[in-house]
């Protein structure tokens, strides 16, 4: 797919901004042609804000007047009138002052001149107002009262501690659906590079204009931006605003600045491992990190017959302990004195590194790492002397290693994937545009209070994440003393039994004993249903192990699974090639295929199976871009029944699947199917995300419009 020119010269422009040397002509060139782009990707804001930057970095003054005619044009279109104005009036005088252009160049200025002046003008008559914008996105967010025990909770949780499940968190009081239990800002985050996407043919061959995360969202606070602001020393960081750098560099990419290369080499966990120990510099938690240095290099560690690892893991686990044959409450582990546990790095330390669980090779590959990280510190700090990043002392980069290694153990169970909702466009009309939203990982980081809640494969709880805070919502009502739990990636609607505790064994070292667990281990053999096969004679569901026979008494239909099996991988190619016909916009040829499809699939698939849905959903894309709205819904529909089948009705793969219905309905003003989707969808999504989310704002958007408008 080739890439528009705009965005195309976005890209370019951006890594041309990334390794140029600031304070110099080409970079403020940079900037301006940037802001170019943004103009005609009508991202009025970033304009203005690329147009500053340009004038920062001493953009010629020969070339100003035509960033300046740029800036009035956005401040028009943004409304502000009264900066337009004024903008026009310095311009006026600077030309009065010093008119350092050509006659034809003023003459074509003059021109532009007047045509803004009557734009503002025209604009300043205009009575209509526009439309409010979103600042207060963390409104919402708030907690209802403060938690003297867990601040970043709700006062409805509470913390516990037990020998068997360790730390977790029950409710304290009755709990709706979309109330907000947790609200925390991640201790530390790594944006995580992305992969990218296969180089395509065309004008965008020539230069690698392949977009990642790291381009598009800023490496300190997650924001999504198109203005990027690379650091000044390497090419690959880059934030949303100078305010962002500047508070980077003075946490921590000070010192990660020259090691770059190898953090990408070594992998995120390095990453997060490196910039956790540098942020637990300004906690004063160096007393925490000479004490784990020390125990690390006690010798009777080691020793098989030493008591000191038991004595270490009581201590880690907090509960009861004897003490001069006394019992002694012993605090939970990650609280301060008074029982409280925060959002610090007291919290982060305490978490658990299961290092007896963790193989010789995975430790001895940490290790290594860790040892690479600390002598590139070391090179790096002694070659660049820095005010900003002073010398590190052998003894302090010893601390640092121990504590970085600490971290790199603790990830693999206490990493949260911080995730966003991308909207892709489901139909090729632009006027109508259609999304598809999918969720994708875009940073890993640690919180510690999210960290407390253990894992079941039916949650009750659902969480989400705007820039780098994290949100933890009750999914379904919670009963007083019920625990709080989280869904550690294996879930019952997308996993087997079987591969989730396989799964869950592998990564988090336990076996899962979750009420939806056990009742699937006793039916093990019937399988979900969104995979499950069908009679070609009548239709019945067929059961069985290697060879399924037909549930009905009237029918003595049975077939091998491994040939079931071999025709599902056969209409899954088929269907990838169906989608691959819809990407380059052969959209007949691609409906033909997959009404083929599923003629085929309606002969041996259930009419819940996960396949059908996949069939239904691609020839709903087709048709939307086909601008055929109505067939569009209707096959839709039918992929909402196996999305609920499989997920359930108030799942926020629904809340996802009824957005993109709503948007059929809208575009085919069928008005009251539109608005009772909307209602549907506006009441699961808000369970899940509350209001502030960019789905919930689109359907209150789409109900004012069709309220608004006449009857037909």
């Given amino acids: 797919m080739l890439v528009s020119f705009d965005v195309f010269n976005w890209f370019i422009v951006l890594q041309g901004i990334s390794h140029a040397r600031p304070h110099t002509a080409d970079i403020s060139l940079c900037y301006a042609n940037r802001s170019a782009a943004l103009f005609y990707m009508d991202e009025y804001e ?67 001149l007047c045509r803004l002046k009557m734009k503002v003008q025209e604009r300043e008559r205009l009575t209509a107002t526009f439309p409010t914008t979103l600042t207060k996105i963390f409104e919402d967010m708030d907690l209802r009262e403060v938690n003297e025990q867990i601040p970043c909770a709700s006062s409805s949780v509470s913390l516990c501690m037990d020998p068997l499940r360790g730390r977790y968190l029950i409710a304290t009081e009755d709990i709706l659906p979309g109330e907000l239990l947790v609200k925390e800002d991640a201790f530390v985050s790594v944006l995580n590079p992305g992969e990218r996407p296969p180089l395509h043919q065309g004008l965008a061959s020539k230069w690698d204009t392949r977009i990642t995360n790291g381009d598009l969202y800023c490496h300190r606070c997650l924001t999504h931006t198109l203005a990027m602001v690379p650091c000044d020393g390497c090419s690959y960081a880059k934030y949303c605003s100078h305010e962002c750098m500047q508070q980077a560099w003075g946490l921590y990419h000070n010192r990660e600045c020259p090691l770059g290369g190898l953090l990408l080499t070594l992998g995120i966990f390095c990453h997060v491992a490196l910039r956790a120990t540098l942020l637990a510099r300004f906690e004063g938690a160096s007393k925490v990190i000479r004490k784990l240095s020390g125990e690390i290099s006690n010798k009777d560690m080691c020793s098989p017959d030493s008591e000191t690892p038991v004595h270490t893991l009581r201590s880690d686990l907090g509960g009861e ?26 919290a982060v330390f305490h978490l658990l590194p299961h290092t007896e669980h963790h193989s010789p090779e995975y430790k001895f590959l940490c290790a290594l790492s860790v040892s690479a990280l600390c002598r590139q510190l070391e090179a790096a700090s002694s070659s660049k002397p820095d005010a900003a990043a002073p010398p590190i002392l052998c003894s302090e980069l010893s601390t640092w290693g121990v504590a970085m290694l600490k971290h790199m153990l603790q990830l ?59 949100t933890v919502r009750a999914s379904e009502k919670i009963a007083k003393g019920q625990e709080i739990l989280h869904c550690y990636g294996p879930h019952h609607s997308r996993m087997a039994v079987t591969d989730r505790q396989q799964k869950l064994r592998a990564q988090y070292f336990f076996d899962c004993s979750c009420p939806v667990c056990q009742k699937e281990k006793h039916r093990a053999t019937i399988g979900p249903r969104w995979e499950a ?51 380059n916009s052969q959209l007949e040829q691609a409906i033909q295929l997959l009404l083929g ?34 067939k569009s819904a209707a096959h839709l529909q039918k992929s909402l029944q196996v999305v ?13 699947e009824l957005f993109k219905l709503a948007q059929l309905f809208f575009n085919g003003f069928a008005i009251p199917e539109a608005l009772n989707t909307i209602e549907r969808a506006e009441k699961v999504l808000l369970v899940h995300y509350g209001p502030c989310s960019d789905e919930i704002q689109e359907l209150q958007k789409m109900k004012s419009c069709l309220l608004d408008s006449p009857p037909i």
């Fill in 321 to 346: 302990s004897e003490e001069n044959g006394n019992i002694v409450q012993t605090p939970v582990p990650g609280c301060d004195v008074n029982g409280k546990y925060e959002n610090n790095y007291n």
């Fill in 597 to 630: 499809c599923r003629h085929d699939a309606e002969s041996f698939l259930s009419p819940e199976h996960s396949m059908v849905g996949e069939m239904e959903d691609a020839l709903a894309q087709a048709y939307a871009a086909l601008g055929d709205w109505q």
């Fill in 533 to 583: 096969f069908c009679c070609g004679h009548c239709g019945a569901l067929l059961q069985g192990g290697d060879v399924l026979s037909c549930g009905s008494t009237s029918c003595m239909e049975s077939v091998s699974r491994d040939h079931l099996i071999s025709r599902v991988q056969d209409l899954q190619r088929q269907v990838g090639a169906a989608r691959k016909l819809l990407g």
């Fill in 644 to 656: 609920e089948a499989q997920h359930g009705p108030s799942s926020v793969e629904m809340g996802h």
């Fill in 412 to 470: 693999q169970c206490n990493a949260q994937a911080i995730t966003t909702i991308q909207q892709t466009a489901l139909s090729g009309s632009e006027e109508n545009n259609v999304t598809n939203s999918r969720q994708v990982r875009l940073a890993t980081g640690i919180f510690p209070v999210v960290s407390l809640l253990n894992h079941s494969c039916s949650p009750n709880t659902s969480m989400s994440f705007i820039s780098t805070v994290a």
């Fill in 46 to 112: 970033m304009c203005l804000k690329d147009i500053t930057r340009a004038q920062m970095h001493g953009y010629p003054e020969s070339l100003q007047p035509k960033v300046t005619l740029r800036k009035v044009e956005c401040l028009v279109t943004l409304g502000r009138l009264q900066e337009a104005g004024q903008t026009i009036r310095d311009l006026e005088s600077n030309f009065a002052a010093k008119p350092t252009v050509a006659a034809a160049q003023f003459q074509i200025l003059q021109r532009n």
